[in-house]
C-alpha cells in the first residue's frame, strides 16, 4: 500500500514510522478483509468486493488504518484525493482519482506462459503519483451533500 502512502507524504504527513505503520496496518486489515474472497484462479470472482471507494465517506478500512496513526477519519479524508477508487483484484491492482476519469494500473499479473523477467507473478507497471493527481490532493475538506 506503499501507493497510498505517497498521497499521504505529498500532502505532509512525513515522518517515516507514521507512513511505515499505515502501510503494513492497511495490508492487514486488506488481508484479512479478503481472506474468504480472494480466488487467484478466477480473478473476476467477487470483484466487487475488492473495490475501496473513498467520496462522500471514509471506507472503513482506511478509517482503522488511520487510527493505528492517530488520525480521525476526518483528517485521512483531507490527505487523499477528493475521490478515489481503487480495485485490488489477485491479477490486477488499480486505481481512478476522480470520477469520470482514467483507470490507472498499478500492478498487473504477468500473462500465463509468458516469460518473466524476475521470479515474481507480478510485475510493477506504475506507482508513480502524477502532476495531475497532485493538483487533486489541494481539497481542503471533505464534500458535503446539499
Not at 481472506?35 to 478466477?42: A, L, S, V
Not at 477528493?82 to 504477468?110: I, M, Q
Not at 507480478?122 to 503519483?129: G, K, L
Request: proline share 4%.
Amino acid at each position: 500500500m506503499s501507493f497510498i502512502s505517497k498521497f499521504l507524504h505529498i500532502k505532509g504527513l512525513t515522518s517515516e514510522q507514521q507512513l511505515q505503520t499505515f502501510s503494513h496496518s492497511l495490508q492487514e486489515l486488506l488481508a484479512e478483509h479478503y481472506k474468504h474472497h480472494w480466488f487467484p484462479e478466477k480473478p473476476c470472482k467477487e470483484s466487487g468486493y475488492h473495490c475501496i471507494h473513498i467520496n462522500h465517506k471514509m471506507d472503513r478500512l482506511f478509517g482503522q488504518a488511520a487510527q493505528q496513526i492517530g488520525l480521525s477519519s476526518q483528517e485521512l479524508f483531507r490527505l487523499l484525493p477528493s475521490e478515489l477508487t481503487l480495485w485490488v483484484d489477485p491479477d490486477k491492482v488499480s486505481y481512478r482519482t476522480t470520477e469520470d476519469g482514467s483507470n490507472c494500473v498499478l500492478y498487473e499479473a504477468s500473462p500465463a506462459g509468458a516469460s518473466t523477467q524476475n521470479s515474481t507473478d507480478m510485475q510493477m507497471v506504475d506507482s508513480r503519483i502524477n502532476g495531475k493527481e497532485e493538483l487533486l490532493l489541494g481539497r481542503t475538506s471533505p464534500k458535503t451533500t446539499i
